[in-house]
């Protein structure tokens, strides 16, 4: 299994970005897939997931401001950020989980950079 983002770039404070996430090369569904983030010295955190049934949670920080969407094609999911504030400048990384049974397992992205400076 393959996870790959995109949509990551520079923007200023109140700007907008849109991320998209696909985990291609698994006959399954994913069980979740979720967005976390990595700032420079601090450690990785969940944005956002999003389950199979899609239900969905995200870190207080971004409440309000950032939507996670399943997307039409298979195993794809976006992550549009509103209101984008300096602090969320990190890199930003995709997880996509499946489960068969009794197997678990996780596959990360390379990240994406978004930047957030004026």
């Known amino acids: 299994v393959q996870v790959m983002e995109s949509g990551g770039g520079s923007v200023q404070p109140g700007g907008s970005l849109r991320l998209s996430c696909i985990a291609s090369?698994?006959?399954?569904?994913?069980?979740?897939m979720g967005w976390y983030r990595q700032a420079p010295g601090q450690e990785r955190e969940l944005v956002a997931d999003i389950n199979a049934g899609g239900s969905v949670s995200y870190a207080d920080s971004v409440k309000g401001r950032f939507t996670i969407a399943r997307e039409n094609a298979k195993n794809t999911i976006s992550l549009q950020m509103n209101s984008l504030k300096p602090e969320d400048t990190a890199v930003y990384y995709c997880k996509s989980r499946f489960q068969v049974i009794l197997d678990t397992r996780d596959y990360w992205g390379q990240g994406t950079q978004v930047t957030v400076s004026s």
């Open positions: 090369g698994s006959i399954f569904s994913f069980s979740v």
